[in-house]
């Protein structure tokens, strides 16, 4: 059974940093691209990041470029998110998700969701 645990969410005040980690398992994890997406209240879900099979090439929602940080481990099964300097703006619930293609938003599984909370 496909698993991805979400974690390290919280509340943090503007311009404060977090690291979301996503434990997965019952799959290749390393066969697989992984994204982070989010979805802030009352908002549809909005693509943040994604990393292919290797962790050697990422792209990134313009919106957080330069401030967050998209990794994997795959000896350890684990994708990560370092966020810096957030913003109210980042506020939302943070899932991973399975990426069926790299490059292309389209995923089959997901986390449930970590909430961030940026206030001051």
């Known amino acids: 059974e496909v698993q991805l645990v979400e974690s390290g969410g919280g509340l943090v005040q503007p311009g404060g940093s977090l690291r979301l980690s996503c434990a997965a398992s019952g799959f290749t994890f390393s066969n697989y691209a992984m994204s982070w997406v989010r979805q802030a209240p009352g908002k549809g879900r909005e693509w943040v990041s994604s990393?292919?099979?290797?962790?050697?090439?990422?792209s990134y929602l313009d919106s957080v470029k330069g401030r967050f940080t998209i990794s994997r481990d795959n000896a350890k099964n684990t994708l990560y998110m370092q966020m810096y300097d957030l913003k109210p703006e980042d506020t939302a619930e943070y899932y991973c998700?399975?990426?069926?293609?790299?490059?292309?938003?389209?995923?089959?599984?997901w986390g449930q969701g970590t909430q961030v909370t940026v206030s001051s």
């Open positions: 990393i292919n099979v290797g962790g050697g090439i990422t």
């Open positions: 998700a399975r990426t069926v293609i790299f490059g292309r938003k389209e995923y089959d599984y």
